[in-house]
């Protein structure tokens, strides 16, 4: 997987975390040797003290970056065969970040579902994209707390004057500015979706047409209590 699952916080760990040449030439090493790999092995191929490539591969698990495994290895058996390998395995496939906040592996995932939706079905893509954002936003929402659930996609809600929400940050910026009507509407009914599986009507999701902000807000309707 990659860094979209992971809060944003957590994501700029990660990036800062491989900012040590050590850590990111031991990631990469796992990333790309297909199997579980051993302390000792790792520090064998980056040439590091095994102690160091120990110290660094624990603490990319604690970032998330890794996980980890105990297996017995398979040339040793019987008793005496010593205790389980501690191996390493790849947590993520990619580490990515952005300030502020953007969503576009989310907006290419509902652009290449629809289009298979569109396929199998015979019908125009814009048809269900709608109910594919709208399908995606379900899975994103937290009961009793939309604008937790707002905060935590990066859409950085504050109360405007009519007591509903704006949204200061739209996470597909770059992509609504060249695809307005189709990113809009997606986000729309992504935002709808949250909305619902959050305990209101997506009728609170509204357009909000303008410069600096996301193109949707929150009616009063869409009010929970601030957490």
């Given at each position: 997987?990659?860094?979209?699952?992971?809060?944003?916080?957590?994501?700029?760990?990660?990036?800062a975390?491989l900012?040590?040449?050590?850590?990111?030439?031991?990631?990469?090493?796992?990333?790309?040797?297909?199997?579980?790999?051993?302390?000792?092995?790792?520090?064998s191929?980056?040439?590091?003290?095994?102690?160091?490539?120990?110290?660094?591969?624990?603490?990319?698990?604690?970032?998330?970056?890794?996980?980890?495994?105990?297996?017995?290895?398979?040339?040793?058996?019987?008793?005496?065969?010593?205790?389980?390998?501690?191996?390493?395995s790849?947590e993520?496939?990619?580490?990515?970040?952005s300030?502020?906040?953007?969503q576009?592996?989310?907006?290419?995932?509902?652009?290449?579902?629809?289009?298979?939706?569109?396929t199998?079905?015979?019908?125009?893509?814009?048809?269900?994209?709608?109910?594919?954002?709208?399908?995606?936003?379900?899975?994103?929402?937290?009961?009793?707390?939309?604008?937790?659930?707002?905060?935590?996609?990066?859409?950085?809600?504050?109360?405007?004057?009519?007591?509903?929400?704006?949204?200061?940050?739209?996470?597909?910026?770059?992509?609504?500015?060249?695809?307005?009507?189709?990113?809009?509407?997606?986000?729309?009914?992504?935002?709808?979706?949250?909305?619902?599986?959050?305990?209101?009507?997506?009728?609170?999701?509204?357009?909000?047409p303008?410069?600096?902000?996301?193109?949707?807000?929150?009616?009063?309707?869409g009010?929970?209590?601030?957490?």
């Amino acid at each position: 997987m990659g860094t979209t699952g992971l809060p944003w916080a957590r994501r700029i760990a990660a990036v800062a975390t491989l900012g040590d040449s050590h850590r990111r030439r031991l990631f990469e090493y796992v990333l790309r040797a297909g199997q579980p790999v051993g302390r000792d092995e790792a520090a064998s191929a980056m040439d590091l003290p095994r102690s160091t490539a120990s110290f660094h591969l624990d603490r990319l698990v604690r970032e998330g970056l890794l996980s980890v495994q105990f297996r017995k290895p398979a040339h040793k058996t019987g008793p005496g065969s010593g205790r389980p390998a501690k191996l390493y395995s790849p947590e993520l496939q990619e580490v990515t970040v952005s300030i502020p906040e953007r969503q576009y592996d989310l907006a290419g995932h509902l652009m290449a579902e629809a289009i298979s939706r569109s396929t199998a079905q015979g019908v125009p893509v814009e048809a269900v994209l709608g109910e594919v954002a709208a399908d995606r936003g379900r899975l994103s929402g937290r009961p009793g707390d939309f604008p937790g659930a707002l905060r935590e996609l990066g859409y950085e809600p504050y109360p405007d004057e009519s007591e509903g929400y704006r949204l200061r940050n739209c996470p597909f910026h770059r992509l609504s500015q060249e695809h307005e009507d189709v990113v809009c509407a997606m986000n729309g009914a992504f935002l709808g979706g949250v909305a619902s599986a959050s305990g209101l009507s997506p009728g609170a999701v509204v357009p909000d047409p303008g410069d600096g902000h996301c193109c949707a807000r929150v009616t009063p309707a869409g009010n929970n209590t601030e957490r």
